[in-house]
C-alpha cells in the first residue's frame, strides 16, 4: 500500500465555536498524524485514509470561516526537507483508523 506525505496547516477565527471545532480538527488529525508546530500536522497516508480524513474535514469546518491547507508531497520531497531544531519527517509506523 503506497503512502504520501501530507503537511496539513489550518487557521480557525478566534471565537467560541471555532475554538471548539479547532479542539475537534486537532483531535481529528491527531488520529491521522503528527502535530508537529501549533496549527501543522505532517501526516503519512494512504489514499483510502486521506479520502476517510478529507471526508471528515468537510464535515468539520466552516469553509466561510476557516481555513485549511493539505500539501500532498512524494517521497523524494520528504527526504528533502529541512528542519532546523526538530527532526525530519518520518512515517514511523502503520495507523489504523
Known amino acids: 500500500m503506497t503512502t504520501l506525505f501530507y503537511l496539513i496547516i489550518y487557521d480557525l477565527p478566534d471565537s467560541k465555536a471555532a475554538n471548539k471545532r479547532r479542539t475537534r480538527l486537532h483531535k481529528l488529525l491527531s488520529g491521522y498524524g ?10 503519512f497516508l494512504t489514499a483510502v ?5 478529507q471526508t471528515q474535514l468537510e464535515k468539520l469546518i466552516k469553509p466561510d470561516e476557516d481555513s485549511v491547507r493539505i500539501y500532498v508531497l512524494d517521497a523524494g520531497s520528504v527526504k528533502r526537507t529541512i528542519a532546523y531544531g526538530s527532526e525530519k519527517p518520518r512515517q514511523v509506523g502503520v495507523i489504523v483508523l
Open 34 to 43: 503528527k502535530w508537529t508546530q501549533y496549527s501543522v500536522f505532517e501526516c
Open 49 to 53: 485514509q486521506f479520502a476517510k480524513l
